[in-house]
């Protein structure tokens, strides 16, 4: 075997900026090769991919718009054609509305963009990787394999000037569970990781107003996620430490939600 096809393959959607990065660059670290997707074009992520590789692991990136469900099959096929196998999928990929509008406002059509991309979309892909890994590990029942879906707070604390972002995030936390579940006795385990307020281009409209309310105490831990916050979990979660505590919710969020009085 060569050094390159001893090593993992993750599937990170989303993988060449934010959390998504912040996870890619953990993964590679320690020891995985990725197969990433997002909107932009290869050429335009190059030099991201080249610093990923710089580490010694192997890389591809396909774009990949995760809502078409129908591109799905051509993007799953080229990772298999690429290592032959897929350890973990990472379901980062995501988005908020286009405008943050009152909850008596807000359009149909929104709802719609947002719901096909932060849940449909990740729960077929979820769907397509996870009969792949069910076969693999048939074939060979100590084949690494784990799925992470990265949710938000947003699954469980209300926004009304966003809405459809929290009914997608709540969605997508039901899909974790009930994934954890189909998968339990495959050996599968799966995981939602559900970060807090983390510094991405996703928050930088609103980093001014969140600046004052972390100083001000809504984040016990007073700063800002960071990607590198959310990669470290994701990473120790992939490396088969918590092969027992399948279904688990891992909060990422400096306490936000813890509740308090
Ligand atoms: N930032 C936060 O505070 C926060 C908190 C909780 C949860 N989250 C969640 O964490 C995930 C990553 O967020 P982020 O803050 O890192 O956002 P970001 O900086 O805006 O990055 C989003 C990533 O998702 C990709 N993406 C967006 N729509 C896509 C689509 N339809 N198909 C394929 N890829 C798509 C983007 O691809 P391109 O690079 O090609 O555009 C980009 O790589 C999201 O699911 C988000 O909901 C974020």
């Not at 979990?233 to 939600?257: C, E, H, K, N, Q």
């Amino acid at each position: 075997m060569t050094a390159e096809r001893s090593r993992p393959v993750a599937i990170v959607t989303g993988g060449t900026r934010g959390i998504g990065l912040g996870i890619a660059r953990a993964l590679a670290r320690d020891g995985w090769d990725l197969a990433l997707c997002g909107l932009r074009s290869e050429e335009t992520v190059g030099e991201i991919l080249d610093q990923l590789r710089a580490g010694g692991a192997g890389v591809m990136y396909r774009t990949l718009d995760v809502s078409r469900t129908a591109d799905h099959p051509r993007f799953v096929g080229a990772v298999r054609e690429r290592w032959s196998r897929i350890n973990a999928l990472v379901n980062n990929a995501g988005r908020g509305p286009r405008v943050r509008a009152d909850l008596l406002d807000a359009t149909e059509e929104s709802f719609d963009e947002i719901l096909r991309t932060n849940l449909q979309g990740p729960y077929f892909l979820t769907q397509h990787v996870a009969r792949l890994l069910v076969t693999q590990r048939r074939e060979q029942t100590d084949a690494p394999a784990a799925i992470v879906f990265v949710t938000s707070v947003s699954a469980v604390l209300a926004s009304t000037n966003r809405g459809e972002y929290c009914v997608s995030k709540a969605g997508l936390s039901m899909a974790a569970r009930l994934f954890a579940l189909r998968l339990a006795d495959h050996g599968i385990p799966v995981y939602e990781v559900r970060p807090g307020i983390i510094a991405t281009d996703m928050t930088a409209p609103v980093r001014e107003a969140y600046d004052t309310r972390i100083a001000d105490g809504l984040v016990p831990a007073r700063r800002w996620g960071t990607p590198e916050d959310v990669g470290r979990v994701v990473s120790a979660l992939l490396r088969g430490d918590f092969p027992y505590a399948s279904g688990s919710v891992i909060d990422v969020d400096g306490g936000l939600s813890i509740p308090k009085l």
